[in-house]
């Protein structure tokens, strides 16, 4: 049995973020024609109960798992003077390690190597093998997106001036993602927008993202609460929506009677030296804050995700479809999942005063809440195994014929 080495700055499991959650699911799904090797090559910021977690899934699936222990970050933590003017977009220092550590597994030319992200594309690409890059979320646009609708971070000089410096140094960025990824085979995205972003520069496919659902929806609605939950892997990354559901739609639920109806769950880790106006929302009696939790995600009855940022595939929608969840989220990120419908499969607007209008309408109207729900899941039959499976089947052959 051939084999398959996983590279990615963390190990991939269930539990922690959307891209351990997707490397999960496909390695699942290869482990039926492939001997898996999954190698982390950076630092896995997960407490000691949590990762005993993660190696008992892995060895639950008979993955053999290699770690980095050294402490390694790849990105340039600030845009400053120092690195303004760099072309690499990764601490090179960090890159000589990896690549180093990798040397120490033996991958022979006959393996295959399925790299996840620029910091483990960059690591790998002299290793002499058949090899596929995996682009994760265009890493500038994140940036950009991330600073824009910080809150409390910068003021608004501040803030306008960083996103400038960020649009300059990642000028090249698109450049230096094509060198990287010069020397392998096959080359994807997830991301039907982020593909017609990276396709400017990089010959690239698109890859259906392999999302474990069930065979049917799952009842809800047997409770006396409706959960309403946000999902993330740490609260920074979702500051702007942490704020949104305490400002906009606490307020309507209270002033529609309806908090003794629902509960607010925040599904996410929460680091030390907050924001005040984050803290002061965690200390509302009316916040739950969980960590990972299948209790809660059972319990689950929709998903509140107004980012307005479209980039990567946004798999937490995907994920919440999976657990039978309904979805509120805004207009943009139709661009990360075409299929999306406003009051189709979903609730969509850019505006969160009537998001949440909308979400207390669903709230009343159990059998539209159903309908939607119902069409929501269905959107997974085009995220399925077996489509990710073929695809990457057919082109890893195709690409083998066409060059001997």
């Not at 090899?131 to 994760?136: D, G, M, P, R, V």
């Not at 009051?343 to 809440?369: G, H």
């Not at 077996?386 to 052959?397: M, V």
């Amino acid at each position: 049995m051939k084999k398959i080495f996983y590279i990615c700055h963390s190990l991939p499991n269930s539990m922690t973020s959307g891209s351990d959650f997707v490397a999960f699911n496909m390695l699942k799904v290869l482990k039926k024609r492939y001997k898996i090797h999954a190698i982390s090559i950076g630092t896995n910021y997960c407490k000691n109960e949590e990762l005993t977690k993660i190696y008992k899934e892995l060895k639950k699936e008979k993955i053999k798992f290699y770690e980095n222990k050294r402490k390694t970050l790849f990105k340039y933590e600030n845009i400053t003077l120092k690195n303004f003017f760099i072309k690499d977009y990764i601490n090179q220092n960090d890159i000589k390690f990896a690549s180093n550590f990798l040397k120490k597994v033996k991958i022979s030319k006959n393996d295959i190597i399925l790299a996840f992200g620029s910091s483990s594309i960059e690591a790998s690409k002299e290793i002499n093998c058949f090899k596929i890059a995996l682009f994760e979320d265009i890493q500038d646009q994140v940036q950009i997106y991330r600073n824009f609708f910080s809150i409390n971070k910068f003021n608004f000089v501040k803030k306008i001036l960083k996103i400038l410096m960020l649009k300059i140094h990642f000028r090249g960025y698109l450049s230096w993602l094509k060198e990287i990824s010069k020397n392998y085979q096959l080359k994807y995205t997830f991301s039907s927008y982020d593909f017609f972003y990276l396709n400017k520069k990089i010959d690239l496919k698109i890859l259906p993202l392999p999302i474990n659902s069930p065979q049917k929806l799952t009842n809800k609605l047997s409770k006396k609460k409706f959960n309403i939950s946000m999902f993330s892997t740490i609260i920074s990354q979702d500051y702007k929506g942490v704020s949104m559901l305490f400002s906009n739609l606490l307020p309507k639920l209270k002033t529609e009677n309806l908090l003794n109806h629902v509960k607010l769950n925040l599904i996410m880790r929460t680091p030390k030296n907050l924001p005040s106006e984050i803290e002061k929302i965690l200390n509302n009696e009316h916040i739950n804050l969980y960590k990972y939790d299948e209790k809660i995600i059972k319990d689950t009855d929709m998903l509140f995700y107004p980012s307005k940022y479209p980039v990567g595939i946004r798999t937490k929608i995907l994920f919440a479809f999976a657990k039978s969840w309904f979805v509120a989220t805004s207009l943009e990120i139709k661009k990360c999942i075409p299929e999306l419908e406003d009051f189709k499969n979903c609730i969509m607007s850019n505006n969160v005063n009537i998001l949440s209008d909308k979400i207390i309408f669903i709230i009343k109207n159990e059998k539209k809440y159903q309908f939607l729900r119902k069409n929501g899941f269905n959107i997974l039959k085009k995220y399925s195994f077996k489509n990710f499976y073929n695809k990457l089947l057919t082109d890893i052959n195709s690409n083998k014929m066409r060059n001997g």
